[in-house]
């Protein structure tokens, strides 16, 4: 951690006792024959003196101005004496509570002291009572550093991001950054959030028609209700997180935990549309728990993890079933500019209204680092799915591309990605020749790296996407636009 906002430009001094007696000297009431702290008793001198000469004058018991013992403080919190720190801080206290440099320089001396909780105290009043950006800044970094002595890592790269919020400059929030980026090396927990609304022109996937045909029959049925296309919000959020068991310099064992929910609201027009339908009917909420094995191969980036998830879900907010999953990931880096990653899965499916189904599934991917800077991905996936039931047995071919800039242009990062899947039924209930249903999509994604807030930025994202059955009853359209909030790192 950086041990804070100031360069250490004095020497090391020697044990400067005599500066105790000038500074318990500070505290001291105010008699018929003594002047208030405020007045000549404090010194008030018009340039600031060399270190080394104001070391000579606090050694020789002499007279300090406030603003010479808060050069003082820093001395000595920079030359590893804590408890000179503390005595000249709380004199200053004692004169103005409201010191904020003082407040900050003695909640640094409390931290080496090993009084934590006073430092966080002190910390936290330093940052309600800043007045300016640099302020906040060294009381967020001091807190962040008491947090971590503290083993609180988790609070204290919260703290570091609100120090990059108020970093008076570059250079003291690239500081605040790296050290969040350390912390976060070395914390055992490791957490994502994810928050998202986007307006959806088909919220439930519903039939783009109105009328259908169903094989055999001479007439054509009306689609009523939520079989229809229905526009709405979607409200998305999700956690992920991990803790770290056990970590040597080739293996890393990690708990898993993952918790994503997603609602609905519905249009008026919907609303009319399907009476007696809510959004929360459509509602996913889906929670798991597993296991992840880690093997670092080289110092290349090249690794192997290996994954165990269990997890529940939930539809309409009732029970809906339960999988248990293996996965195994393979990562190669066959040039300086390339990634391969290849995976492979099983699961088991089931539960109260989920049919029971053993699903397998390959993937690759493929990364690569172009001349111009732009990074391109693609990647294929094939699924088989065996059951019993007709919905949850079925073949699925994916592929996709996506190309984004190495860097921020102009304050913006755009992504372009275009997928394309495929899903076979060899048995369905409403055709003799089963269920084919293709979909490509395209999405447009800005992340607006220019507005920053705790290092969190926008996301901005256009989709559309189209479905084509060979029964007009799973033909389907639909588009939107999405707001998320995103880590810039």
């Avoid at 503390?86 to 010191?99: C, E, M, V």
């Avoid at 992340?447 to 256009?462: E, K, R, T, W």
């Amino acid at each position: 951690m950086t041990r804070g906002a100031h360069r250490d430009t004095g020497r090391a001094p020697a044990r400067l006792a005599g500066v105790v007696a000038v500074a318990l000297a500070l505290t001291a009431p105010a008699t018929a024959q003594s002047a208030p702290p405020t007045a000549p008793q404090v010194r008030h001198q018009s340039a600031p003196l060399p270190d080394a000469a104001l070391i000579a004058r606090a050694e020789a018991g002499q007279e300090l101005s406030p603003q010479q013992m808060r050069r003082l403080a820093i001395i000595a919190v920079r030359t590893r004496q804590p408890t000179l720190a503390d005595t000249l801080t709380q004199a200053l206290l004692a004169r103005d509570p409201a010191d904020v440099d003082a407040l900050i320089l003695r909640a640094r001396a409390l931290r080496d002291l090993g009084r934590a909780d006073e430092s966080l105290a002190l910390s936290r009043r330093a940052w309600a009572l800043a007045d300016s950006d640099a302020q906040s800044y060294t009381a967020a970094m001091t807190r962040a550093q008491a947090l971590s002595s503290n083993g609180r890592r988790t609070m204290a790269q919260f703290w570091l991001r609100r120090a990059m919020e108020t970093a008076p400059g570059t250079t003291t929030r690239n500081r605040a950054l790296r050290d969040f980026r350390y912390l976060r090396a070395r914390n055992p927990w490791a957490t994502e959030l994810r928050f998202g609304v986007s307006p959806s022109s088909n919220i439930n996937n519903g039939s783009t028609h109105d009328r259908i045909t169903i094989e055999g029959l001479p007439f054509e049925l009306t689609l009523l209700g939520s079989a229809r296309a229905l526009s709405g919000t979607e409200i998305d959020s999700g956690l992920s997180t991990r803790y770290r068991l056990a970590q040597t310099g080739q293996r890393a064992d990690d708990l898993l935990f993952r918790l994503s929910h997603r609602t609905y609201r519905l249009s008026e027009e919907a609303r009319q549309l399907a009476p007696g339908t809510s959004g929360t009917d459509f509602s996913e909420t889906t929670a798991s728990l597993g296991y992840a094995h880690s093997i670092k191969l080289n110092d290349r980036g090249e690794e192997a993890t290996l994954t165990a998830l269990a997890g529940r879900s939930w539809y309409g907010g009732d029970p809906y079933g339960e999988f248990l999953r293996f996965q195994a990931t393979l990562r190669k880096r066959p040039g300086p500019r390339a990634a391969v990653t290849g995976g492979a899965s099983v699961e088991w499916r089931g539960g109260p209204l989920e049919p029971e189904a053993v699903r397998g599934q390959v993937s690759l991917g493929y990364s690569h680092a172009l001349q111009a800077g732009a990074r391109l991905g693609l990647y294929s996936a094939y699924t088989l799915s065996q059951s019993g039931a007709i919905r949850a047995d079925f073949q699925e071919l994916r592929a996709g591309a996506s190309l984004s800039p190495a860097q921020a242009w102009h304050g913006l990062m755009p992504r372009i990605a275009l997928d394309w899947r495929h899903r076979d039924y060899d048995r369905y209930s409403l055709s003799s020749t089963g269920r084919q249903d293709s979909e490509i999509s395209a999405t447009i994604e800005v992340q607006f790296s220019n507005l920053d807030y705790m290092g969190f930025n926008p996301v901005l994202s256009v989709e559309t996407a189209r479905t084509r059955s060979n029964l007009d009853l799973h033909d389907a359209r639909r588009s939107g636009i999405g707001l998320t909030i995103r880590s810039a790192f």
